[in-house]
């Protein structure tokens, strides 16, 4: 089985400051790690992926993560941040065997302050 | 836009009631996902179809169907609704059943009243 742990649920954090949203996944099996973000009244964007290779992966606007087998673990990261970065994120995990369906966390909320 | 489209966006019904819910896929997806996003649930995979089969179950109520159409879009019913189904659906779509990339739609708004 699968879980996922996003450890804070809301972050506020100063415009231009950086950021690092934690996750930290169970899992019995190897698995493919994802980042998702979710904007008022919109749908899930996929922000980046780890499949595998680099464990150090980039993705859209500015974020990266970086894959820690050892931890179990997928930070997400950004240097700066801007006010249009203030939405929902979702951490998951897809089973690269047995289950075909991605596990979410439970969201971590980003708030920007000017 | 990440290419799966989702009907209707906005949904008021009774409780007692059944609708049916839409989606498209990305063009050249086979697979099919369903999730709800509720506040006390998060977000709960329903049900996967790849190719016009179920693939994989998830939380789904008995009440609750799917299936996915020759032309690849597919179809969530909810019937005999309650006040807490109310919660956003999405579909998701990915080019194969296993869940390496997975792209999701805007989402259906659905309100029980």
């Known amino acids: 089985a699968q879980s996922v742990t996003q450890l804070d649920s809301q972050v506020p954090v100063f415009e231009e400051a950086p950021v690092e949203l934690r996750c930290n996944y169970s899992?019995?099996?190897?698995?493919?790690l994802f980042w998702y973000v979710q904007y008022p009244n919109q749908g899930l964007q996929l922000l980046l992926k780890?499949?595998?290779?680099?464990?150090l992966v980039k993705g859209i606007n500015g974020f990266e993560a970086e894959f820690n087998k050892s931890q179990t673990s997928f930070h997400l990261r950004k240097p700066s941040v801007h006010i249009s970065d203030t939405a929902e994120y979702f951490c998951?995990?897809?089973?690269?065997?047995?289950?075909?369906?991605?596990?979410f966390g439970t969201g971590t909320r980003l708030t920007v302050i000017p | 836009d990440s290419g799966v489209t989702q009907t209707p966006k906005h949904l008021i019904t009774a409780t007692g009631q059944r609708v049916t819910l839409r989606c498209s896929p990305r063009?050249?997806?086979?697979?099919v996902y369903w999730y709800q996003q509720s506040l006390d649930q998060g977000l709960q995979f329903l049900i996967q179809?790849?190719?016009?089969?179920?693939?994989a179950k998830g939380n789904i109520l008995e009440r609750f169907s799917a299936q996915q159409f020759p032309d690849l879009h597919s179809e969530l019913n909810l019937s005999s609704l309650e006040l807490g189904d109310s919660a956003l659906y999405f579909c998701?779509?990915?080019?194969?059943?296993?869940?390496?990339?997975?792209?999701f739609g805007e989402g259906s708004w659905l309100t029980v009243v």
């Open positions: 998701a779509s990915s080019v194969g059943f296993k869940p390496n990339t997975i792209y």
């Open positions: 998951a995990v897809g089973p690269q065997t047995g289950a075909n369906n991605l596990f």
């Open positions: 899992s019995s099996v190897s698995v493919y």
């Open positions: 780890y499949l595998s290779g680099s464990t």
């Open positions: 063009s050249g997806d086979l697979s």
């Open positions: 179809y790849y190719n016009g089969e179920e693939r």
